[in-house]
C-alpha cells in the first residue's frame, strides 16, 4: 500500500470530511460484520449459557477452564496444529521449488501462460476440490488403478477415512497460496546477484542456502501464515477426507455451533485456538528470521 | 557443464509437470465422472449425460444456484463501490491512523474461517439480524473487501495525482475530477476487483454454511450437505459447471490485473 507521505496533501477539515465519507461505509460495514461479531463471541465465551429469551446466562471461566480440564480438547487442539505444521511444511517442499522454476527459468508468455494455470484450480470451488479427491483416493478408485496399472498385482488400495488422505487434500488446497507468495518474492530477487555469487565460486546450494532462502524469506512465510492458520482451523477437508479419523478442534468447534449448541464453550475454544495461533506466531516467526 | 544445465533444465521443467498435474487431476477425475453413468464411479467410464439432464429437473440445486448468484451479485456491487471509495481515501490522504485502518483489513483475510463464520452466526442471532441470504451478503461483503481494496490500491499506485491537479486547475470540481479523470482510469482495477469479489462470494462455503437458513441455501451449501448425507452423481455435474464458471472468472481477472508481474 503506498505511504505517499511527501505528496499527499495537508489534512484540513474539509479533507477530514472526504477520509470519513469515504472510507467511513466499507469500514462501519467492516466493524458490524467482523469486529462486533468477534467481541461479542469474545463476551459470550465467558458466558454459562447464552443469553437470548429467558435464558440467565451469568458470567464464569467455566467454557475456558473446561479445556485446560479435559485431556480430550487438549490432545485435539496439538492434533490440529500439528495438521497445521504437516501441510505447511508439505507446500513449502512442493511448493518452493515451482515458485523458484516459474520465477527464474521460465520467461515470457509461458510464465504467464503457467502461473494462470498454477493459481486457477486455486479459484474453484475449495469444497468441489476436496470432493473430487473423494473419488481418487476411495478403493476402487482412480489412485488404485493407477498404482496396480504401474505396479501389476498390488492390489487394493484405499486411503479414505485416514489421516493422509486429509494432508493430500488440504495440500492441494493451500499449495498455490505457498507458490504465489514465494513466487512475488523470488521475482524481485536480481539475476544478476546469483549470476554474481556463481562466477565467483558459490555451488547451487551455496547460493540458494546464503542467497535465494534468506532473500525469499518474507514470501515464504507469508504462505507459511496464510496456510498456516486456516489448517489449523478447518472442518470441511477432515470431515469429508477423514470421515471417522477426521476429529479436530475445527470440527468440535463446528459441532458446538450446529448440533450440540453450546456456544459459549464453541466461543471459548475458538478464542483459545485463535490465541495458541497467535502464541505460535510471535515465538516462532523471529526464530526463523534469526535462523537465517 | 552445458550438458548438465540441459539436464537441470529438463528436470525443472518434469517437475513443473508433476505439480500441475497434482494440482488438476481430482478436477479432471470430477469432470470425467460427471460423465459416467455408474452411481458408484466405477472404471471404466461409461458416457453418458444423464447426470446433467437430472440437474436439470433438479430444484433444490437449480434454487441454490440461483441464490449464489443473486448473493454473490449484490455483495460485488457492494464491495466494488465501498472499497473503491476506501481505497481513493487511502490514496488522496495521508492522515492519523491511516496505517491502522489498512491493517484492520488483515484480520478478514488471516483470521479463520470457521471463527468469522461463528462470530457472525452468535452476533446476527443476538441483535435480531438472524439468518439466510441477506445475513450472507453482510458477511461476504466483509470477505470481499479487503480484496477490493488492496487490488484498486494496486492499481492506484501506477496514477499521476497530478492528472488530477491539472483537471481541477482548469475548472473541474472534485467530483468532475473524480469521475472523468480518475474513475476512467481505474476502470481495469475496478473490474478486477470486482471479478475477485464476485468469486470470492461465489466459491464461499464456510461463512454460508453458518449462515444458511434451513430451506434457504447457496450452491456450496447444498453441495456439502449432499455429500455428508451420501451423494448423488449430479453432485459432480454441478461442481463441474461451479469450477468452470469460476476459473472462467479468474481469466476475466487476469485480462485486467497483471498477476504475473511485469512482462
Partial sequence: MPSAAAEAPRVSRVHLRAIAGLTGPAYVWLALTVFLPLSAM???????????????????????AAFFEKAFYRTLMLRSFRLGAEVTFYCFLFGFPCA?????????RWREALFLLVILPFWSNALVRIFSWTMVLRGNGVLERLVNWLVPDYGPLNLM?????????????????????????????DDS??????????RRLTVLRRLVLPLALPGILAGAILIFVPVVGSFMEPRILGGRAGTFIGTIIEDQFTAVFNWPLGAALSFLMLGFVLLILLVALPLVRRAT | MTARRRGLARAGRLYLAAVLLFLYVPIVVMAVMSFNASQLYRLP???TFTWYLRLAGNDKLISAGLNSVWVAVVTTAIATVLGTAASLAFFRYDFRGKRLLQLLLFPPIAIPWLIIGTAMLVFFFW??????????????????????IIVVTARLRSFDPHLEEAARSLGASPWQATRRVTLPWLAPGMVAAALFAFAVSFDQ????YFLSEPGVSTLPVEIYTAIRKGFTPEINAVSTIVILV???LLLGVARFYRFAGER
Fill in chain 1, 42 to 64: 469474545f463476551y459470550f465465551s465467558f458466558l454459562s449459557d447464552v443469553p437470548f429469551g429467558k435464558r440467565v446466562a451469568v458470567l464464569t471461566l467455566e467454557n475456558y
Fill in chain 1, 161 to 189: 477415512f485416514t489421516y493422509p488422505a486429509i494432508v493430500v487434500g488440504l495440500v492441494h488446497s493451500y499449495l498455490p497460496y505457498m507458490i504465489l507468495t514465494c513466487y512475488i518474492s523470488l521475482e524481485a530477487i
Fill in chain 1, 100 to 108: 523458484y522454476l516459474l520465477a527464474k527459468t521460465v520467461k515470457g
Fill in chain 2, 45 to 47: 467410464v461409461d458416457w
Fill in chain 2, 246 to 248: 469460476s476459473m472462467a
Fill in chain 2, 205 to 208: 462455503f464456510v461463512i454460508s
Fill in chain 1, 193 to 202: 546477484l546469483i549470476e554474481a555469487a556463481r562466477s565467483l565460486g558459490a
Fill in chain 2, 127 to 148: 441483535i435480531g439480524v438472524g439468518r439466510g441470504l441477506h445475513a450472507m451478503v453482510l458477511g461476504h461483503v466483509a470477505l470481499a473487501l479487503p480484496y477490493v
